[in-house]
């Protein structure tokens, strides 16, 4: 990007008055024009608890800003997080991520901002604006709103997820609570604002914002609703001035190195599958496709460890993992396992970060030779698929390995009434297909498939091989983000009721039992079906998506 006058010069240029007469008309008086002019992109939103906060997490960003001697604007963006599981609207989550991206994109230049802190906490919001970081190539700093706390019910902590198995088993018909119990524990699962707490997609991208050192160390999970919260907040608004005097910005920080330090953290942490979408998205940005890849992903996976104990991989929380020492404490343990010598937010390396860190619960953030869970994210390939995802930290042991024939369903809504519907047996592959980035459009979100598996007992006997993305939230037998997917011919489309699919996640191989040239015989007779939708954003998604292993969404350029 080339050289550009800060505003700071721009606007005490005679020709700017016009400008200037049109900013001070909203309050801003001649002082604050000659301060660094910096963009607040604040996702506040009625829409989720992981958004209703961030009014307050922008007035100490904003705070700090003024203490450090720049003037704050803030501007808005929807809060996104994927409610309407199971429904139509779900196809619009993954495609929300590049929306995203593209408004903070539009409002930066428009407006000219000098530099962009940027307040997100839900599933989308954190990769969008990483994006956007990437993209504009200005100071910019990440500031998330941080998760929720656990409930209490009947003496116990409660999370979101325990909801979810009654949930789904009313959806299947086979209720396990009376109404009044089911409502009580609806009321204790969500007690305060913030993302889920759990290691879902929001929570695995807020922690890999500071692996990647675009947020202040400690400030991925420190709960939402603390004190602690709103210090880490002013602390970001004052250091995004410093970026912007320092000439510190998005692309000095997130270099290839810290890219990988983003996926060891990934993979000791044991997070969400759709995590490797976004990174791989971040790579597309930076011009770095080449030297990220999904190879990379798995490669690292064989070098480091879940280490993180926190649900669903373990047992605990993610207040329990902030008390733990949270993300500097896991990188401090994974040592030189990390390029230390990545420079952060802090205008430090990372090195110089992780000194003060340390486990305080080694319960919760295991040694290297005591993990959770031997390698992180598996990817596997074989003749079914070039590349597909799965995490094995929430694989039952007798899943890991499994041969099956396949029940094949072409839609998301079509899979959840088959289960309903009892056509699913015991020791079945479930192939759900044209869920893809094209398919979906928009690489479909099929979590309450899993969910209802699992109300139906079947989670221990059956695998999901789906072209769809995959909740963080999810627990069993899944393989996901399937490439190439159906809409593109790929295997997946060939597959047809009765075929035998071969799961071997300790072998890393998806395979399809079906002669080639059986497969050919198909290929030749196999056309996409109409698409789903034919007008509207996702319309575009079905046209021009990126596959799964290059991250799903828009293509970065032109030539992308």
Partial sequence: MPARKTTVEAFNQPGMARTRALVKAMGYDTEDLRRPRIGVANSWSETSPGHIHLRAVADAVKAGIWQAGGTPYEFGGFGQCPMDVGHGGIRYDTPTRDVIAADVETCTEIHCFDGLVLISSCDKNVPGHLLAAARLNRPAILISGGPMLAGRHQGKD????????????????????SDDALAELEEAVCPTAGSCALLGTANTMQCLAEAVGLALPGSGTA??????????????????VGMIQEGLRARDILTPAALQNMIRVLHAIGGSTNAVLHILALAQELDLGA?????TVAQLS?????????RPNGAYTMADFDEAGGVPAVMATLGDRLDRSCRTVTG?????????????????????DQPVFRGGLAILRGSLATSAVVRPTVVPEQMMTHTGPARTFDSMESCLQGLENGRVKAGE????????????PGLTEVFKVLGYMGALDLDKTCALVTDGKISGFAKGPFICQVSPEAALGG?????????QIEVDIPGRRLNLLVPPEELETRRRGWTCPPPRVAHGFLSLYARLAE????????PARLNG
Avoid: M
């Fill in 429 to 440: 592959v479930i192939v759900l297909r044209y869920e893809g980035p094209r398919g979906g």
């Fill in 223 to 240: 709960p939402a609703v603390s004190a602690q919260r709103l210090w880490f907040a002013k602390q970001t608004g004052r250091r995004i």
């Fill in 491 to 499: 295997p997946i489309a060939l597959v047809r009721g009765g075929d």
């Fill in 547 to 554: 596959p799964a292993e290059r991250g799903g969404g828009l």
């Fill in 158 to 177: 409660v999370i979101i997820t325990d909801l979810d198995a009654e949930t789904w088993a009313c959806g299947v018909g086979h209720p396990r609570l």
């Fill in 302 to 310: 064989t070098e480091i460890s879940c280490l993180v104990n926190v």
């Fill in 291 to 295: 030297s990220i890849t999904l190879e």
């Fill in 348 to 368: 430090k390396t990372v090195a110089e970060n992780l000194q003060p860190a340390r486990v305080r619960r080694a319960e919760v953030i295991r040694p290297l």
